[in-house]
């Protein structure tokens, strides 16, 4: 489940989600650079992990650029310069 400040979706069976301000992407984010973040699952150590593809300092994890963060039950993301954030919650594992 991917939350921000406008919107809120569910994924089910996406090993690649996309999110940022490109209409193309999986989950839109209001932002006024660009960026392209993606959730990707990983069948080898059966994590999530996020992406931040173009290394953007903007993308802020515990108040510190971001580059890839191996998801946990809960996790917050923020966009500095901005009002805009996400919040990611994996609700369960895929099985392999």
């Known amino acids: 489940m991917i939350t921000s400040k406008d919107n809120e979706m569910f994924f089910v069976d996406k090993n690649v989600i996309t999110l940022g301000p490109n209409n193309s992407c999986n989950f ?16 080898l150590t059966k994590s ?5 593809h173009f290394a953007n300092p903007n993308v802020l994890f515990c108040h510190k650029p971001l580059k890839k963060l191996e998801l946990g039950q809960f996790n ?9 954030f996400i919040t990611i919650r994996v609700l369960e594992r895929i099985s392999a």
């Open 76 to 84: 917050r993301i923020l966009f500095k310069n901005s009002y805009e």
């Open 28 to 43: 839109k984010l209001d932002l006024q650079y660009d960026i392209l973040l993606s959730i990707q699952y990983d069948f």
């Open 48 to 52: 999530y992990f996020l992406l931040n």
